[in-house]
């Protein structure tokens, strides 16, 4: 009976020992088959077959309406293994019209003992099957003494170029990619890290080196990289591109940019430049082409700087839009006198008629009831020497010196918009303020991002601050509003049925090769309608020769551009009737007297 006792016992022990071992195999097996499936699979591809990337595509970058602005289209790398070329001048012949590349060029680099050799760069798949062709066709040709001579070690690397569809037409913004594939200049550069995709991976058994039919495995799938849509709207932004190229070529000048604004929201709908270039074809593109001017470049703004001056003499209550100041054609302050850009007898003038004729006296006088300090803070709040916050790469903070480095003559040229720099994006943002009831925001040309499952994601809200009082906003566009009238600079940019409020600008021009004033800056900044802001227009234009006058050269550009967004986007005509401020002595004393008539009237 022991014995037989000690037998079960035994016997348990080994069911038990023998449960243990297949319970233990069963979790590795577990293990292997799920758990570690993936890297045994990448183990046993490496061991068995070959392993290649799989390219992944960049994201396309889109209009607001998603037209593609940039796209990722497939190509394919030829490629070859030297030391299977037995014929490089048969190859280089027969490759040479397919390819489109020198016959010779095409023979040296096939020739050599490299294992690998590009031969040409992102051909269409259709040029690809063409060149299997020719080689098979010339292959079959061979008799049988002659099969020795086939040709075969070349090779197919799958990947994808990248293609701008619109061409020249947003090529400052938007950017190209270098041979690589990475974003070289413009939110290609910028946005990079996103627009680029993951790589995947797939392993393929081969024979001479060549991938075997049907042995394709996916090891790790690509996945392409997000998708950017822009607030740009491509009819807007083809129309301010052919109006500033018209009046760059016009003028002969040296360049020109157009921005068109919602000061709401800061969205950009159209950032025009010229010249500009074929990020298609950059061979022979210079960098200088390549830039973007609207905020890259800086330039001292002119008169459309004494929107700040006046905003900020009515902010701090030093003047009303009626104040009467006595402007002389000069007025000297410290050891420099400054003029009027034409001689005139003393008058009498308001703020509103000092911008209606752009009187640079007449700014330096609104400008000395603020001093240095309140002055300087106001172009500060409007963001003059900061970044706006677009995002765009490059873009420059202006220049606007030290309060501390002021001499006696900085503050009056300060005050009618010389002696301190802005890029064409601060100064759009400057009137945007204005137009906004005195908030500015940030301006953004991004309006969301989609995945690549096709979710889209919108952009934040932008960030805004209060730089001065609706009231003191409401103000000054009426104000402008007689700068477009046929009193003021710029009667060109006047659109019928709509209320158009603006500045012109005539600035003397910084050359950096001589460190000296030498040309102009031309510009017209306005929006519409001046009652109810929709729309912002910064018309830009540098170095003009001949003709320089901001109201000549961009109140026209801004019209036509202008006209075509307001009845695009279905805005209305004006309705509302105005009552414009007076602009010298006698339209107030005019004023005045209509006042009192009305009052005794009443009696």
Not at 144 to 165: L, M, N, Q, S
Not at 400 to 412: E, F, I, Q, R, Y
Request: aromatic fraction near 6%; glycine fraction near 10%.
């Amino acid at each position: 009976m022991a014995d037989f006792s000690l037998s079960r016992s035994r016997i348990g022990t080994l069911l038990f020992a023998v449960l243990l071992v297949f319970s233990l195999l069963a979790l590795r097996l577990v293990d292997v088959q799920a758990v570690q499936a993936h890297t045994y699979a990448l183990r046993a591809a490496n061991e068995m077959s070959t392993i290649s990337v799989m390219p992944a595509p960049r994201g396309s970058i889109t209009d607001i309406n998603g037209v593609e602005l940039a796209r990722s289209v497939s190509a394919i790398n030829v490629v070859v293994d030297q030391t299977l070329i037995s014929d490089p001048a048969k190859f280089a012949e027969i490759a040479s019209p397919i390819l489109g590349i020198a016959a010779g060029d095409i023979a040296k680099s096939v020739t050599g003992k490299r294992r690998w050799s590009l031969v040409a760069r992102n051909v269409t798949p259709a040029t690809w099957l063409l060149l299997k062709n020719a080689f098979a066709t010339y292959n079959q040709g061979l008799s049988r003494k002659d099969v020795g001579k086939r040709i075969f070690g070349f090779f197919a690397e799958r990947g994808y170029t990248r293609e701008y569809p619109s061409g020249s037409l947003i090529a400052s913004l938007v950017g190209f990619v270098n041979q690589a594939g990475v974003g070289a200049t413009g939110l290609e550069s910028s946005l990079n890290s996103i627009l680029t995709g993951v790589e995947g991976k797939y392993s393929y058994a081969n024979g001479y080196g060549a991938e075997i039919p049907g042995s394709q495995q996916e090891l790790v799938v690509a996945k392409s990289g997000t998708n950017v849509r822009l607030t740009i709207d491509q009819d807007v932004q083809w129309i301010a591109s052919k109006a500033i190229s018209d009046a760059v070529k016009a003028s002969h000048a040296i360049s020109g940019t157009v921005i068109v604004m919602d000061p709401k929201t800061g969205q950009i709908l159209a950032l025009a430049t010229a010249p500009t270039f074929d990020p298609n074809n950059t061979k022979n593109v210079s960098l200088a082409l390549m830039r973007n001017p609207s905020v890259e470049d800086v330039y001292e703004p002119g008169s459309t700087g004494k929107i700040v001056t006046m905003a900020a003499a009515l902010e701090e209550k030093k003047i009303t839009p009626t104040t009467l100041f006595t402007i002389p054609d000069f007025v000297k302050v410290s050891n420099r006198t400054f003029h009027d850009h034409d001689r005139h007898p003393i008058e009498q003038l308001t703020p509103t008629g000092i911008l209606a004729i752009s009187s640079n006296v007449g700014a330096i006088k609104v400008g000395q009831k603020l001093g240095n300090t309140t002055l300087y803070n106001y172009l500060r709040k409007f963001g003059v020497g900061s970044n706006t916050g677009s995002g765009l790469p490059g873009e420059s903070q202006g220049v606007l010196p030290d309060l501390a480095h002021w001499s006696g003559t900085t503050a009056p040229t300060v005050a009618f918009g010389q002696g301190y720099s802005v890029t064409a994006m601060q100064a759009t943002s400057i009137f945007a303020t204005i137009a906004n009831d005195g908030i500015r925001v940030s301006p953004t040309v991004i309006a969301g991002t989609s995945d690549s499952d096709g979710n889209f994601t919108p952009s934040a809200n932008r960030p805004q601050v209060r730089v001065v009082s609706p009231t003191t906003a409401s103000q000054m566009r009426l104000m402008m509003e007689s700068v477009v009238s046929a009193d003021g600079t710029a009667p060109e940019a006047a659109i019928p049925g709509y209320r158009v409020a603006g500045k012109t600008g005539t600035a003397q021009r910084v050359d950096e090769t001589c460190h000296c004033y030498r040309g102009y800056t031309a510009s017209f900044i306005g929006f519409a309608p001046a009652d109810k802001p929709r729309y912002v227009i910064n018309v830009t234009i540098q170095g003009p020769q001949g003709i320089h006058w901001g109201g000549t050269l961009g109140g026209p550009v801004f019209k036509k551009v202008m006209s075509f967004v307001l009845e695009s986007r279905h805005v209305s005509p004006t309705n509302t009737h105005v009552v414009p401020y007076p602009l010298n002595g006698a339209q107030v004393a005019k004023m005045q007297t209509v006042a009192v008539s009305g009052t005794k009237g009443k009696n």
